[in-house]
């Protein structure tokens, strides 16, 4: 059974950190590109950051990079999204997805996503 469990969003200031997680199981971990998107509300859900499965490769939305690293631990199939200089506008629910494509057939899951909050 393929699980992508998000964990660490919560209530920080403007200007701090958090550091999120993407617990993944039931799938090759390693064969899959990792993303992290994010919705607030009101809006559609936006790619962030992109992490190739060995993790040599990385993508950034212009409105976090800089600020956002995405990194990845194969050894424990674990996704993070270090979140610094936090603004509130970074305020939504994020969610983790697994994507592969094998040149015939895709393979996508999501996590259930994690709330961050900015706000003073």
């Known amino acids: 059974q393929v699980q992508l469990v998000e964990s660490g969003g919560g209530l920080v200031q403007p200007g701090g950190s958090l550091r999120l997680s993407c617990a993944a199981s039931?799938?090759?971990?390693?064969?899959?590109?990792m993303r992290w998107y994010r919705q607030a509300p009101g809006k559609e859900r936006e790619l962030l950051a992109a992490?190739?499965?060995?993790?040599?490769?990385?993508n950034y939305v212009d409105s976090v990079a800089g600020r956002f690293t995405i990194s990845r631990d194969n050894a424990k199939n674990t996704m993070y999204l270090q979140m610094n200089s936090l603004k509130p506008e970074d305020t939504a629910v994020y969610y983790c997805n697994a994507f592969r494509w094998t040149g015939v057939r895709k393979y996508e899951y999501w996590g259930q996503g994690t709330q961050v909050t900015v706000s003073s």
């Open positions: 039931g799938f090759t971990f390693s064969s899959y590109v």
């Open positions: 992490i190739t499965g060995t993790g040599v490769s990385t």
